[in-house]
Antibody, heavy 126, light 107 residues
Framework: EVQLVESGGGLVQPGRSLKLSCAASGFTFSNYYMAWVRQAPKKGLEWVATISTSGSRTYYPDSVKGRFTISRDNAKSSLYLQMNSLKSEDTATYYC???????????????????WGQGVMVTVSS | DVVLTQSPATLSVTPGERISLSCRASESVDTYLHWYQQKPNESPRLLIKYASQSISGIPSRFSGSGSGTDFTLSINGVELEDLSIYYC?????????FGSGTKLEIK
């Protein structure tokens, strides 16, 4: 059974840093791209970051680029999100999610999320 | 960025009804359009991938259609357990974006 368990959330002051972790089990972690998706209170979903299988490629939206860093440790089946210079608008539940590969016409695509963790709350407030 | 517009924002339905939820993209996303269900206080769950491909374990009453800019999620015979918010998401281009959701209420 695929399991994704996030940890590391909490209350943090604006401008400070926080690091989230996601422990994966039930699948071969090193074979999958992974991602973070967040949801502000009572709001919709926002993609935050994606990382390739080896960690050599990372992708971010402009809203977090330069402040957040996604990383992984395949030996530990773990995913991380280092969040710096936090702002009040970063307050959200952060989900760890798996990107399955989709092979089509000679190319692999990683563009949707098939398993999600239970989420971890991050509150940025003074 | 690709903007996904979902309609209606809220839909009140009677159990047993067949319903359709809409997702419209600001530019073509081909069939790189996926649907998720989020029940209250739960994580999202993948319902449909690539506009119309079914997902193992998802009830057959859920189906998807469309391509380009117009997509539909259909529920053939709504059940009480379908009370949720439904989101579409495009994977055609970065940044991945989600629609604002359609909330399904049961009458």
């Amino acid at each position: 059974e695929v399991q994704l368990v996030e940890s590391g959330g909490g209350l943090v002051q604006p401008g400070r840093s926080l690091k989230l972790s996601c422990a994966a089990s039930g699948f071969t972690f090193s074979n999958y791209y992974m991602a973070w998706v967040r949801q502000a209170p009572k709001k919709g979903l926002e993609w935050v970051a994606t990382i390739s299988t080896s960690g050599s490629r990372t992708y971010y939206p402009d809203s977090v680029k330069g402040r957040f860093t996604i990383s992984r440790d395949n030996a530990k089946s773990s995913l991380y999100l280092q969040m710096n210079s936090l702002k009040s608008e970063d307050t959200a539940t952060y989900y760890c999610a798996r990107h399955p590969p989709y092979y089509y016409d000679g190319t692999y695509y990683y563009d949707y999320f098939d398993y999600w963790g239970q989420g971890v709350m991050v509150t940025v407030s003074s | 960025d690709v903007v996904l517009t979902q309609s209606p924002a809220t839909l009140s339905v009677t159990p047993g009804e067949r319903i359709s939820l809409s997702c419209r993209a600001s530019e073509s996303v081909d069939t790189y359009l996926h649907w998720y269900q989020q029940k209250p206080n739960e994580s999202p769950r993948l319902l449909i991938k690539y506009a119309s491909q079914s997902i193992s374990g998802i009830p057959s009453r859920f189906s998807g259609s469309g391509s380009g800019t117009d997509f539909t999620l259909s529920i053939n015979g709504v059940e009480l357990e379908d009370l949720s918010i439904y989101y579409c998401q495009q994977g055609n281009s970065l940044p991945f974006t989600f629609g604002s959701g359609t909330k399904l209420e049961i009458k």
